[in-house]
């Protein structure tokens, strides 16, 4: 099982991002889907959460009004839309994959490559 993100790159403060998550070698659809970042020196944080048909979703205090999680189960990728961008949104965004619908970084199952995202002021 394998997941890549995409998507990540350099972006003023008040841009927009949007990163991309293919998965494989899973039934995609069996599984709830989230986004992690990992700031330079930091814990890992949860950001966002999607169930397995996309009906539910959650987010992190940080992100809520700015991300929107989506999923495209046809194609096994889940999206995250970054707008308003902030400095302190600067991270290596990964994707990651459950069982259950979980709400923090901890719970995920597993855990796929990152992509970097650079906010700058």
């Known amino acids: 099982a394998q997941l890549q993100a995409s998507g990540g790159g350099l972006v003023q403060a008040g841009g927009s991002l949007r990163l991309s998550c293919a998965a494989s070698g899973r039934t995609f659809s069996s599984y709830a889907m989230g986004w992690l970042r990992q700031a330079p020196g930091k814990e890992s944080e949860f950001v966002a959460s999607?169930?397995?048909?996309?009906?539910?979703?959650y987010y992190a205090d940080s992100v809520k009004g700015r991300f929107t999680i989506s999923r495209d189960n046809a194609k096994n990728t889940v999206y995250l839309q970054m707008n308003s961008l902030k400095p302190e949104d600067t991270a290596v965004y990964f994707c990651?994959?459950?069982?259950?619908?979980?709400?923090?970084?901890?719970?995920?199952?597993?855990w796929g490559q990152g992509t970097l995202v650079t906010v700058s002021s």
């Open positions: 999607i169930s397995r048909s996309g009906d539910t979703t």
């Open positions: 990651a994959g459950s069982r259950i619908f979980v709400t923090d970084a901890w719970s995920f199952d597993y």
